[in-house]
């Protein structure tokens, strides 16, 4: 098969045009296509595997026979161009635009400030108007099911709920920002926004569905259609006869319905199919027909389509006979997500056997059967255990088509139930997932029937069929239950080293899923008069998600209505990301020539290097190069505290993941395949190291390590009533910003210049190691940034090594060389947040006093020392968080490991410090038997203090953050609900906390505490500011043009940002340590005020001129309109010798109360009210400020309860992607979500009065884990148990649920650690 090969022409429309493709490739997807060869890159590639909905799009189709146009909402990442014949696309681009005019959905989302970075917006956008296409007056539910896809890195998704909010039936929007407050007060209130000025829904400026593609529909014939691709041709037949012979004739050909599992298996896992057989058009696959036992379902349909069948089935027929459906619809509901279940099909599903599969245990569990048909004819097969013959594997021959799903009505006494657990509670496979059916005769409690499958418990969906055994026959009762569990817990023992881990938690949930399942049948039993007395209904955890609050102190009412500090400015790009119009690394056309440079890795976590074979890859079609450390002209390693790293590995390798050559080649596919022909021969070494354990043993650690002590500990613990110990793990966090690592080095073709086009925090860092790596003055190299697709600390090291590998490809091939990691590569080999062990000891008085504390922390470094040993000194300078411990002491150690190198991430070290310290607080309540906020209060530092490097501060604001907090929280109020709550749940409990933060901001390091800015003004009055700080979504540009636009006089509109450079503004410090305002905006005051002082004798001679004519004459007068501005931070400093310093510019202060409730059977929580206060001194952005406390509590949420990393006993890195890593979704948002920043705050050290706020917020997200311990506690209570406890972060539903004590949990034998070898490592 050749791409030469003719094939028909492929006929799509995007965004209303007709698009014509004569060499449709099988192996392209919407995505490239519509990026690559259409330059419509407002559709983003997060992920490229369906689970972020970056690359939403919507797809509209028209069926003939029924003549109704569909719109669904797809990831244009496994959407195969040639499937896509004769449907009409609508990207973000087609929908609105800045030229003509914005979409409401673009406005409300940009407006509302739900835009921070705008990776994740144009696929929200799409994901809303699809919503809102075919329902204009959708409900809040409808809203998050939409947006259940999507996933956001920056903003915490408050703002944009509330964005679209705007668009519901119940519009809560008043009541969000004014409670229950009257009108008059209402109208005093400052606000975010003002849903007045939004756009109406207009339908009628939607494109229509093209008119060429209904008659195309109707009057085709139908006939095969056939497109040749580079290495693999698509069929895609119109009718089953040809299917089948198709089938017949290819066996080993996939059949390609919604793509979302062959996709995956040939993106990541490099299968390949010479030929794909798409059945799509086989009307055959759609039928729907219903016969007196049931209904019989094409595999074709759509899960999505099935949903909508089965709900509309649900009136036609009495309860009785539906209980299958309802259980279908409960599985549906949770499985995946829109984008995915409106193309996934049935068969699909049904035939992929995931282990997990949601449909196949209810299917089975149901007395499902299918339809096969072959040339041999047809056959029906029961969906049962023997349908799943293994991993991946049903019964079907290879030649064999799945016709359709016969789904049973059920009888009479009949209950169907379909019960799931999972990572997160929606868009993630289930860890283990079930149905369950029960037959009872009438009036009786004696069982007839009873069917129980699980999927997660083996290879594939598994029956309990010995269970089934010991309850068939039996009354359905307490005695017959109890013998059951034990069968379950013996029929389905997991192995403890079983794929996929957690053992222990999957064998728990077995029982109590069916222990749910149990108190379901009984209420059923209750209804059907066979029982009186049932426990109570064990109801689903709270989903609904509130209106809320966010105040903000209003601006004085003498201050200049054009001035825009202290205003809710809208993120200036806002509009721009909305539309698809932002321009990001990626988003650049390509240039003549261009290359692509994909990464070789190590395969082994320690070995030597021993050969390096690339001939083959040379040997490939579009390979133009394969780059090795031989290549480096320079520099071919960095320093970092005495280690040095190599950019690519030479001899040997320290972790897998470990760059050791790179392939350059004409496309991305072509460098891929590059890549996968490298061969590498290594030599294991002896001994790796992965865990912290593991490095404490073998003592291998980054020096120096850190010390510091207060007072005399050893003193003070022979003096304290009481002395407590304990551990604490706390597991690391991929920065999954949304944009991927991304640059693009241009060769200027003279004198070794190059233009680098790269999305980092850090401009003149990657200028350095450019030069340095290829042995040129920093002079010649120039670095662009535009923006960043979200950064959180992530790209400021590892993207200067990235950068100088591409540069070192672009100067030997000088041609431009584009490097855009994939999501997989991209969390394997950049590393994150360090994970901790801590171990602490702690005395204290009776009345809760702590008087001496010692705490010894761990942190996994990784590989190489990058920032780890500055991340470690910031873990002991924020060891004493808002507490007065008069004797602490703090040691902290990066262990060097055989992993990927770890980072910085936002927080840098803190958020693993403070978790200790206020795990130690935690323990310290439960040793007393108090309230923890008690502890807290006792502690804290109160009037005038000193931190324990003898550093003097305020403690003023923080305690009014604690108390203002608890007043607006109704903090004892509810403490008292949560008890009683807890008194009447058995099986859910309420748990509630409440943490302070102190943070400090700017660098320890002083010379990192500078910042310049240039700002021109030109003849027309325009100004073109230029300053150090990076945009990654954070507002920097946007406050910076507030500040310029104040200290010029003139309003926003006539001032621009267009990138951060370092042929503008050299020398840059990072966009980091919370400071990147409080130093540029100083810098960029600074060059205003000498521009403006310069017009000052021209404004004199013309005082009533306008803006415009001050600059003309000024030019005219020789006065320079350009003027540099600088700022010389605080000289800051730590001595670790003397264990003392001032290391920071002032606090940032805050706290914050969370309330969740946990489902103590599956270790299921939601998140039920949050409330922040944060003391940001005077916010020179309310709007911008807001959104990063919401991002960035969100963000902790993730990190404290939800982000788990998962490592192979030999190092491989596991989880490489949204589907086994999940970041907070929609659905963990705390359903009230309350942000108040503290009035009347000032502080002398920072621009305008305001105060850093990127990183502290963060920490909050604790609260979340501390409200789960708590609820822990109460339901431990249940079982006896109580005092201290360990819960590591983070704490997931396996944690939470093991830690509840639960009698299911006590029945589950622990694995012993030692006996097996564990599928992951605990690092
Ligand atoms: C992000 C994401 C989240 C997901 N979450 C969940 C989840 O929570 N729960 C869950 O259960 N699933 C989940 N899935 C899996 C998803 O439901 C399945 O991948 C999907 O149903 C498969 O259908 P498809 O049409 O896309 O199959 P395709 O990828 O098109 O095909 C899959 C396989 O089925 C075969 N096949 C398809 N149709 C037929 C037929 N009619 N006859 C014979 N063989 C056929 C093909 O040959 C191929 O081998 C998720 C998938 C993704 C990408
Ligand atoms: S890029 Fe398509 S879903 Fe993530
Ligand atoms: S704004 Fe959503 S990912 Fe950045």
Redesign the pocket.
Known sequence: MSATKRGDTLCVFINGKKVTEDHADPETMLLSFLREKMRLTGTKSGCG???CGACTVMVSRYQPATRIISHYSANAC?LPLCQLHGAAITTVEGIGSSKTRIHPVQERLAKAHGSQCGFCTPGMVMSVYTLLRNNAQPSMEDVTQALAGNLCRCTGYRAIIDGCRSFCQENGCCRSRCGDETPATHQEKPRLFHQEDFLPLDPTQDLIFPPELMLMAETASPQTLTFYGERTTWVSPASLEELVQLKTRHPAA???????????DMKFKGVHHPLIIC?SRVRD?YEVSRTPQGVWVG??CT?SELLGLLEKLLPDFPEEKTQLFRALIQQLG????QQ?RN???L???V??A?P????NPVLAAGNGKVRLVSAEGRREVPLNQDFFVGFGKTI?KPE????SVFLPFTRKGEFVRALRQ?PRKE????TVTTGMRVWFSEGSRVVQEVSIYFGGMGPTTVSATRTCDAIVGRPWDEATLSQAYNVLLDELALPPSAPGGKVDFRRCLTLSLLFKFNLEVLQKLREMKVLDEVPEKLLPLPRDIQPTLQEFQAVSEDQNHQDPVGRPVMHRSAISQATGEAVYCDDMPKTDGELFLVLVTSSRAHAKIIDMDVSAALQLPGVVDVITAKDIPGKKERAMFGYSEELLAQTEVACIGQMVCAVVADTKAHAKRGAAAVKITYEDLPDPIFTIQDAIERSSYFEPQREIERGNVDAAFSRVDRVHEGVVQMGGQEHFYMETQSMLVVPVGEEAEFNVYVSTQWPTLTQDAVAETLDIPSNRVTCHVKRMGGAFGGKVIKTSILASITSVAAWKTNRPVRCILERGEDMLITGGRHPILARYKVGFQQDGRILAADLQYYANAGCAVDESVLIAEKILLHMDNAYNIPNMRGRAAACRTNLPSNTAFRGFGVPQSLLVVENMLNDVALVLGRPADQIREINMYQGPSTTHYKMEFSPDNLLRCWDVCKTRCDFTARRTAVHQFNQHNRWKKRGMSIIPIKYGIAFAESFLNQAAALVHIYKDGSVLVTHGGTEMGQGIHTKMQQVASRELHIPPSKIYISETSTSTVPNTCPSAASFGTDANGMAVKNACEILYKRLEPIREKNPKGSWESWVRAAFFEKISLSATGYHRGPDLYIDWDKMEGQPYAYFTFGACCSEVELDCLTGDYRTVRTDIVMDIGRSVNPSVDIGQIEGAFMQGLGLYTLEELKFSPSGLLYTRGP?QYKIPAICDMPLRFNVYLLPESYNPHAIYSSKGIGEPALFLGSSVFFAIKDAVAAARSESGLVGPFSLDSPATAEKACMACASPFTQKVPASKPGSFKPWALNI
Do not use: W
């Not at 996939?254 to 995956?264: A, D, E, K």
């Open positions: 595997g369906g689970g496994l996939p059949l390609v319905m919604g793509n979302t599992n062959t996709g995956l059945p696959l595999a074709g899960l949770r499985l995946g997500n995915i193309v996934a099909s068969g699909g599903n035939v992929s995931y997990n599969s949601d449909m079907l064999e088509v799945l016709l999972a868009v993630s496979f289930a589907s």
